[in-house]
């Protein structure tokens, strides 16, 4: 495993600021929708405590559909490889048909910061635990 390097502090307070925006919109009601049950558990040790969906279980329609029913804000946390690329898509172009506000802006200022570190959602954890370390934050 490569070892991490210590990243500019702007990157740094970028990627907390980051987390702490997806516990807060968690904590007021928003949905996360990720790829699968390891993405679930790496925001779960993160501290988001709030509802996550699994994107890999359904069909993009019929999950965006049954998300904007139930959730006003729905943050679309898929992993920044092809695969996650093309369910975000999916997703939020189905989303974009409902009243539900769909962020996906946050995925990618998220895929901006980490991409040449980590590549998915599941890594997001240990990497915010290193990264602390490292900063002493």
């Known amino acids: ?11 740094v307070e970028a ?4 987390i702490d925006h997806l516990i807060e919109a968690s904590n007021n009601g928003a949905v ?3 790829e699968g049950r390891r993405d679930e558990k790496a925001l779960r040790s ?7 969906v699994i994107a890999s279980w359904r069909p ?13 804000d ?4 898929t992993d920044w490889d092809n695969k996650g690329d093309e369910i975000a898509l999916n997703i ?11 962020d996906l802006e946050t995925r990618c200022k998220l895929k901006k910061l980490v991409k040449k570190e980590i590549k998915d959602v599941e890594s997001l954890s240990l ?7 490292l900063h002493e934050i």
Request: proline letters at 3%; glycine letters at 4%.
């Open 60 to 72: 993009a329609l019929e999950l965006a559909e049954d998300a904007a029913r139930i959730y006003q």
């Open 127 to 133: 990497y915010m635990d290193k990264i602390r370390e």
């Open 46 to 52: 993160l501290g988001i405590n709030g509802p996550v």
């Open 1 to 11: 495993m490569q070892e991490l390097r210590p990243r500019k502090t702007f990157d």
């Open 92 to 102: 939020g172009q189905h989303l974009r048909c409902t009243s539900a506000h769909a």
């Open 15 to 18: 990627l907390e600021e980051l």
């Open 32 to 34: 996360i929708i990720v």
């Open 74 to 77: 729905i943050i679309v946390l």
